[in-house]
């Protein structure tokens, strides 16, 4: 036979009792609950307190017959005194500690004798939540992604460019039916680097062609990400609805193709400044002289009249010059002029010596201009 017992302590359940019609029903549940919630956390911890002080005095009880059997062991037969008060300690601690179990146990029977109610009538005895996700692939390194991408597109790279050229929506969904191994980061990333590389080249009609394919895959990319699923199960969707799309989704994907053009055309100009620069770097290191120093920029930093002097190619009229300026700028401009190779020391001579000729006119402009200068002071001596 079923003992029934078990159930004649159990505190009847807030929507289960009758009110007065003229009783707020809602409030006197929520007000009867509350206040057994109240008296349940007070018991609670009175027991915590119960619990904590038990375990403190055995822990004095532990450390004082610790104490007694380590002076024991020192001293056998001396300190008779402080034993005694040690073995007096222990035994008040003993008797707090019985006094402390004998209220855990009436605490506990208290516990026992307490109605249930539905905040103590059951208890979870496991919880658990399982969800088949498949786990999120480690991100590569910039090495596996760099060899990744330059493998697919020596594989793939006529079918990428085959994908770029069409303009119709059947055609590019039929074209990715046949070959959906396309529809992924690399060939979205390859589409953006040729429309760079058609920009830099002028060929301004086939990088927008280019380009509009290049946001199909983006956005087909992009609706797979939010979906959380494998870009080839879904670029069909995206199809279906770019094709019967209202005309806010239509102008979201124009806006985006414009906004790419832009960044198409910004990123275009910022590698032919890059082109320009390096290739001007270049020239300049091709035109410095042998002692390191660029002649243009020699040539520009010049007074006017030795500029108007290496214009026409005259020695005499720079020797003129010359003789006429501060000698120590002469010598300055002059000294950039043979760094930079403007002007070559010696060169007529080198020539008149090669061709057998007994003089050849002076090629040291600076020399020579002082010579004359102090010809004349000396004919004005005289």
């Known amino acids: 036979m079923v003992d029934y017992s ?3 302590h159990i505190e009847v359940s807030d929507d289960e009792d009758e009110t007065h019609p003229n009783i707020d029903t809602a409030s006197l549940f929520r007000w009867r609950h509350q206040a057994r919630v109240e008296r349940m ?8 307190e119960l619990d904590k002080g038990c375990r403190e005095c055995k822990r004095k009880v532990a450390e004082c017959q610790r104490k007694l059997k380590e ?3 020192a001293e056998p037969k001396g300190g008779q005194a402080e034993v005694q008060r040690l073995q007096a300690e222990a035994q008040q601690l003993r008797k707090e500690e019985k006094s402390w179990e004998q209220k855990l146990d009436e605490l506990r029977k208290k516990e026992r004798n307490m109605p249930w109610n539905v905040d103590t009538l059951s208890k979870d005895g496991f919880s658990k939540s399982v969800f088949n996700i498949k786990p999120d692939k480690e991100e590569d390194s910039e090495e596996q992604k760099e060899q990744k991408h330059k493998t697919f597109v020596e594989k793939y790279e006529k079918q990428i460019k085959h994908f770029g050229m069409l303009r119709r929506w059947d055609d590019s969904q039929k074209y990715l039916s046949e070959n959906p191994h396309l529809v992924c980061e690399e060939t979205a990333n390859y589409l953006v680097i040729w429309c760079i590389d058609l920009e830099v080249e002028e060929k301004c009609a086939l990088m927008e062609q280019v380009a509009h394919q290049t946001i199909v895959m983006q956005f087909i990319l992009e609706l797979a990400k939010s979906l959380k699923v494998d870009p080839r199960a879904c670029f069909r969707q995206f199809f279906t609805k770019i094709k019967t799309a209202d005309q806010q989704y239509m102008e979201g994907f124009t806006d985006e193709l414009e906004s790419f ?3 198409v055309r910004g990123r275009a100009k910022v590698r032919i400044e890059k082109a320009m620069k390096e290739y001007e770097e270049e020239e300049r290191k091709k035109r410095l002289g042998p002692g390191g120093l660029d002649p243009v920029e020699v040539y520009e930093a010049l007074p006017v009249e030795l500029q108007k002097c290496f214009d026409i190619k005259d ?3 720079l020797q003129d010059t010359i003789s006429k300026m501060d000698p120590t700028e002469a ?7 043979i760094d930079s190779g403007l002007w070559v020391p010696n060169a007529k001579a080198a020539g008149g010596q090669e061709k057998g000729e007994d003089e050849a006119p002076a090629s040291d402009p600076v020399g020579e201009a002082r010579k004359g200068r102090v010809e004349e002071e000396e004919k004005g001596n005289i």
Request: with cysteine; glycine share 0%.
């Open 41 to 48: 956390e007070q018991f609670q911890k009175e027991k915590e």
């Open 331 to 337: 010598k300055y401009h002059m000294q950039r002029c």
């Open 71 to 73: 002076l024991e062991v």
């Open 315 to 317: 020695v005499q009229m």
């Open 6 to 8: 078990v159930w004649d």
């Open 261 to 263: 053009k832009e960044r």
